[in-house]
């Protein structure tokens, strides 16, 4: 089992869109996903609510070992819950929380052939010892100021980790997010962001589509959005908006995947 973690410290990166969208993209390719939402917010655990198994993320803070868990369509949700808020204030130490994280998935990890993990938008202890335990980081960065910042305090903590505690989790890099061509102060931002980590950078974008966050909604990934009305695309169909944007992500993601692949 393949662990993908989309981690950013700073809220609002786009994360849960993203591992959201990343997920169904593995799972319509026949892959078998585990999708953990540790995020007490829980915003990836609503729009993945039909793929809900029975434990949530906090289970993976917990001595009791996992049994095999129900898929729905290939994906199976560990649901983000206020749980997490007490798996943070344990007294474990970070060692203990980074063991008992590792043996709990090891449990399941025949199951699934990827597992897909969001984080809450923030350094925490729950975020910290899932990225010790994951295989591969991705760091979703939008452009302004403050987050192309926060993108170089991500690959310091990141390099921190592989020197102290997971000297094989590999580093995808940074992947630029909800990038909005139309704004000078986008473009402006992009190249700061490429020329500031050109050596850490994802060769793509993921443009601000306001489809993505529709889907979401809606509970399908965006390449499954229907129209509500004949006026686009013919209701019942996928929205004109929602094609164009799953073309899009689909091939980030495919990128993502061979990178992956490639390094496993």
């Known amino acids: 089992m393949k662990k993908l973690i989309f981690v950013n410290q700073k809220g609002g990166s786009g994360k849960s869109i993203l591992s959201y969208n990343m997920a169904h993209c593995l799972a319509d390719s026949g892959q078998r996903v585990l999708f953990v939402d540790a995020d007490e917010q829980a915003n990836s655990s ?8 029975p434990p949530s993320a906090g289970d993976l803070f917990g001595d009791t070992p996992i049994k095999r868990l129900a898929a729905s369509q290939n994906i199976a949700l560990l649901r ?3 749980a997490l808020r007490e798996v943070e204030r344990s007294d474990k130490s970070d060692v203990e ?3 008992t994280v590792r043996a709990r998935l090891a449990d399941i990890a025949h199951e699934f052939d990827y597992c897909v993990i969001d984080t809450p938008g923030s350094n925490s202890r729950v975020a910290n010892a899932l990225l010790v335990a ?3 980081a991705l760091i979703p960065c939008k452009i302004d100021p403050y987050s192309i910042s926060v993108a170089g305090v991500m690959l310091k ?3 921190f980790i592989q020197g102290k505690w997971n000297q094989g989790l590999i580093n995808l890099g940074i992947l630029a997010n909800e990038y909005d061509a139309r704004q000078p102060a986008q473009v402006a931002g992009l190249k700061q962001l490429m020329s500031g980590y050109r050596d850490f950078m994802l060769p793509a974008f993921v443009v601000d589509r306001s489809a993505y966050r529709e ?5 399908v990934p965006v390449w499954r959005l229907e129209a509500d009305s004949d006026e686009d695309g013919g209701k019942g169909k996928v929205k004109t908006a929602a094609r164009v944007a799953g ?3 689909k091939a980030v993601f495919k990128m993502i995947q061979d990178k992956m692949e490639a390094k496993s």
Do not use: N, P, Q
């Open 46 to 53: 609503k729009s993945l609510a039909a793929h809900l198994a």
């Open 80 to 82: 983000g819950s206020a």
């Open 97 to 99: 929380m980074v063991m």
């Open 134 to 136: 994951s295989d591969f």
């Open 157 to 159: 903590r990141i390099k």
């Open 215 to 219: 889907a979401c909604g809606a509970g």
């Open 247 to 249: 073309h899009e992500i």
